[in-house]
């Protein structure tokens, strides 16, 4: 790990007075430990969750829980990340990407919510590692309308993308592809996807990497995680 984690905790009293001061939700998604590394105090009972959901759930659990027409807040986050990559001149933290989405609630209940992603900290070579997402309801709590996600270069002040619908691009993923990300998802291994689709184990996993490629993920429980949020399987 090429992080100094004194850095993430010096964050911490600034991010303990801003939850005391507003009533915003405050999350710290650490992209290395793959967890929350700070959330807001009462964020569950502030969402309408059992006590047990945040921080002991992963972010995938959090976005299992968007309506399904809103796919393009998860899909604006691996957009985000791709732009991250292909443009590593620029600087990340000039960034921000602006979400409009809906979520189900333990009370069965839809609540919209506006977030506010930018990032704190990336690490030597770049690779993102803090992030700070802003919550708050929506002023308007709209649960007929789809989700929109815009991200921003806030230091040119430019959209670099803006996006909003109900149909699902599937970001370019082949029929094929969908197929092995379900039986990914029933807990199959390469050799038994290869026997069941009649195909060789190197094919399978080649379309595994290509998946892992397309959803901007490291390995397959995450590729399963993110097409279950994206609604694939």
């Known amino acids: 790990c090429n992080v100094d984690y004194s850095i993430a905790e010096s964050y911490l009293p600034m991010l303990e007075m801003l939850d005391s001061?507003?009533?915003?939700?405050i999350i710290v998604i650490d992209y290395f430990?793959?967890?929350?590394?700070?959330?807001?105090?009462?964020?569950?009972?502030?969402?309408g969750f059992n006590a047990d959901k945040f921080p002991y759930h992963d972010q995938y659990w959090f976005r299992s829980r968007f309506h399904s027409e809103d796919y393009i807040a998860t899909e604006g986050s691996v957009l985000a990340?791709?732009?991250?990559?292909?443009n590593p001149s620029e600087n990340p933290k000039h960034t921000k990407l602006t979400s409009d989405f809906r979520i189900l609630n333990d009370y069965n209940n839809w609540v919209r919510l506006i977030?506010?992603?930018?990032?704190?900290e990336?690490?030597?070579?770049?690779?993102?590692?803090?992030?700070?997402?802003?919550?708050?309801?929506?002023p308007i709590q709209d649960m007929d309308t789809p989700g929109r996600v815009t991200f921003r270069n806030v230091h040119k002040n430019e959209i670099i993308f803006s996006i909003e619908g109900k149909r699902h691009s599937n970001l370019n993923i082949t029929?094929?592809?969908r197929q092995i990300l379900d039986m990914?998802?029933?807990?199959?291994?390469?050799k038994e996807i290869s026997e069941q689709l009649?195909?060789?184990?190197?094919?399978?996993?080649?379309h595994r990497s290509n998946i892992m490629n397309k959803l901007n993920v490291s390995n397959s429980v995450e590729a399963v995680g993110m097409a279950k949020s994206l609604g694939l399987v």
Not at 21 to 25: E, G
Not at 115 to 120: C, D, F, G, H, R
Not at 122 to 138: H, R
Not at 184 to 190: D, E, F, N, T, Y
Request: charged share 20%; no cysteine; glycine share 2%.
């Open 122 to 138: 990336v690490d030597a070579v770049g690779n993102i590692w803090l992030t700070l997402l802003i919550m708050d309801f929506s």
């Open 81 to 86: 990340s791709l732009y991250h990559r292909e």
């Open 115 to 120: 977030s506010q992603t930018s990032i704190l």
């Open 33 to 47: 430990k793959k967890n929350y590394f700070f959330t807001s105090k009462n964020i569950n009972s502030r969402l």
């Open 175 to 177: 029929e094929r592809e």
């Open 198 to 206: 009649f195909i060789s184990v190197n094919t399978v996993n080649n």
């Open 21 to 25: 001061l507003n009533t915003s939700i």
């Open 184 to 190: 990914l998802a029933k807990g199959l291994r390469s």
